[in-house]
């Protein structure tokens, strides 16, 4: 027998799209104030901020994308440096202009933690973050989809964008090799990402029948600078591969040129990760593993991109090839 429309259930009922003019009309505000709270703009009371975007919670309501500018959040840890200069800042530039192209409106919130839970967004990319942070996003991925960067441990759920780092490693050593190089050493980084250079980076002195000296490898968490450093030189290391794009291969061949009064590359050869207009231009100029940051966020803003209109990508994970580039520090 057919469903008659008297007794057909309210679960077969499409939801109805909700606009702002809905959300409007259900907290009494205007439809004015009711979008300057949606994009996240200024000249509202904080009463009433909280009055709309705590109605939109309860309620789970979601303006059409339609009738509202679409806007993300761009996150960095506050801890990191690299948020004024280096890794994170250029790579939070790139994403804020392929945003920008698209017509989506960026947030850079300074606490993560504070300002989120105040804003209405429709997605979050995270550039860098700790295990604080990874927690928060975690929680707030069940709401809103969230691209990470550089993120190497992930589930089948999450989306990510990274440069292959493993390669980075590989190609650093090799270079270091096919150039003469015997005693293979590594400083900087931390985490799963430098873990990743190193899997590479052994990988390449194995492939050569060289030997692979742990006390070489050095993560930027064991102490500070001029000290390891010191000692790397002091073990007999005729090379140093310092990665990351945080000018941490700079600061490198500042303290081996300018402290210790060594030459670079004749007493001890660099390789570090490539700053755009910066590695060329120190003395000398550096060699350096070149991370495609201005392609890692195209891809991530047009993954966003697709998410926040309710879509589906092709595929959670993109890995992106990184490159050698050779100058005068090898």
């Known amino acids: 027998m057919k469903k008659s429309e008297k007794g057909s259930s309210k679960a077969d009922t499409p939801a109805k799209k909700v606009t702002i003019y809905d959300l409007a009309k259900h907290t009494g505000f205007s439809p004015g104030t009711v979008s300057r709270v949606l994009n996240n703009r200024d000249r509202v009371k904080p009463e009433t901020r909280d009055a709309i975007l705590k109605a939109a919670?309860?309620?789970?309501?979601?303006?059409?994308?339609?009738?509202?500018?679409?806007?993300?959040?761009?996150?960095?840890?506050?801890?990191?440096?690299?948020?004024?200069?280096?890794?994170?800042?250029?790579?939070?530039?790139?994403?804020?202009?392929?945003?920008?192209?698209?017509?989506?409106?960026?947030?850079?919130?300074?606490?993560?933690?504070?300002?989120?839970?105040?804003?209405?967004?429709?997605?979050?990319?995270a550039v860098t973050y700790d295990t604080k942070l990874l927690e928060f996003l975690k929680s707030i991925e069940k709401r809103l989809p969230v691209v990470y960067m550089d993120k190497f441990e992930v589930t089948d759920k999450q989306y990510r964008v990274y440069s292959d780092h493993y390669?980075?490693?590989?190609?650093?050593?090799?270079?270091?090799?096919?150039?003469g190089k015997k005693r293979l050493a590594c400083f900087g980084g931390e985490g799963p990402g430098f873990a990743e250079r190193?899997?590479?980076?052994?990988?390449?002195?194995?492939?050569?029948?060289?030997?692979?000296?742990?006390?070489?490898?050095?993560?930027?968490?064991?102490?500070n600078d001029p000290a390891v450093v010191t000692r790397l030189v002091r073990s007999g290391v005729d090379c140093i591969y310092v990665p990351g794009t945080s000018l941490q291969a700079m600061e490198?061949?500042?303290?081996?040129?300018?402290?210790?009064?060594?030459?670079?590359?004749?007493?001890?050869?660099?390789?570090g990760g490539e700053n755009e207009g910066i590695s060329e231009l120190i003395i000398p100029p550096l060699t350096a593993i070149e991370e495609p940051l201005r392609d890692m966020a195209e891809a991530?803003?047009?993954?966003?991109?697709?998410?926040?209109?309710?879509?589906?990508?092709?595929?959670?994970?993109?890995?992106?090839?990184?490159?050698?580039?050779e100058r005068n520090s090898v």
């Open 57 to 125: 919670k309860e309620l789970d309501l979601k303006p059409q994308v339609s009738v509202r500018s679409r806007q993300v959040a761009i996150l960095s840890d506050p801890k990191f440096t690299d948020r004024v200069e280096g890794y994170a800042a250029t790579l939070t530039a790139h994403l804020s202009f392929a945003f920008s192209k698209r017509k989506i409106g960026v947030v850079l919130p300074t606490d993560p933690f504070e300002e989120l839970p105040g804003l209405f967004l429709d997605g979050i990319v």
């Open 198 to 223: 190193l899997k590479g980076y052994r990988a390449a002195i194995e492939e050569a029948g060289l030997e692979v000296d742990e006390r070489l490898f050095v993560p930027a968490s064991s102490g």
């Open 300 to 325: 991530a803003v047009t993954m966003l991109d697709r998410l926040t209109l309710g879509e589906t990508v092709d595929t959670h994970s993109v890995k992106m090839p990184v490159r050698l580039i």
């Open 167 to 179: 390669n980075s490693g590989y190609l650093a050593a090799k270079h270091f090799i096919d150039c």
């Open 252 to 271: 490198c061949i500042h303290l081996l040129s300018y402290v210790m009064g060594l030459r670079v590359p004749e007493d001890i050869s660099i390789i």
